[in-house]
């Protein structure tokens, strides 16, 4: 039986000038393209799925808990931004240390996760670096390595390749990929590209104006055109 991982009910945030309202079910276990026009509301998702907006009405539920009242730190939930994941002043091994434990008293398996993770991203020997010092494409490659190292079941990623040239976006998904293949967590990704869609996306949230409007197959949603706002986003 497929369990699922996150079920919005009834979810409605106000802000000055507008309300969103979300409403989804998402099985475990798979890659989900979140997508929609700018100020559709997709960062918001996030942000209520996360914890760092809490909903006026409505209930978020992670593998059948809610979340009501539980800051971030406690939900089983990683999120990478598009930028400044990182403490600056922090070096990188710090930096993924946090993954593991807030208070950063790291012992020796501690440190070994962390070079490992390092490893797996490509950055075996920058432990000693501090964040400003690596191109955009390593800084994201640093909060990867850190999701290695907190096996959260859920990972939300929010634009991670958005500063990105195109040979670096390539190689950030199939460092996606791999890491959804090795945890077998349920991701989330935020993504303005079609591409990136067919290449990691089983299947696709669509937003429109603070609503989740489709909620795809990807080889469905690529054949969509009942819909403008589907379609533009398909080019
Ligand atoms: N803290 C806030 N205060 C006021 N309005 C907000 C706040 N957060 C989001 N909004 C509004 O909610 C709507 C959805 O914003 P959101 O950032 O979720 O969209 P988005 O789809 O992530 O956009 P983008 O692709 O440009 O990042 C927008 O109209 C935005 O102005």
Redesign the pocket.
Known sequence: MISTALALRGVEIS????T?AFDCTIAAGGIVAVA??????????FNVIAGF?PPDRGEVRIFGEEMAGRPPAERPVSVIFQEHNLFAHLDVATNVGFGISAALRLGAAERMKVEDALSRVGLAGFGSRLPPTLSGGERQRVALARAFVRHRPILLLDEPFAALDPGLRTEMRSLIRDLHQEEGNTILM?T?HPDDVRALAESVIF?DQ?RIIAHDETPRFFERRDIPAISRFLG
Not at 15 to 18: S, V, W
Not at 36 to 45: Q, Y
């Open positions: 802000f000055d000038a507008t969103l929609g026009a700018s100020g559709s509301g997709k960062s918001t998702l907006e935020i303005h937003l603070g």
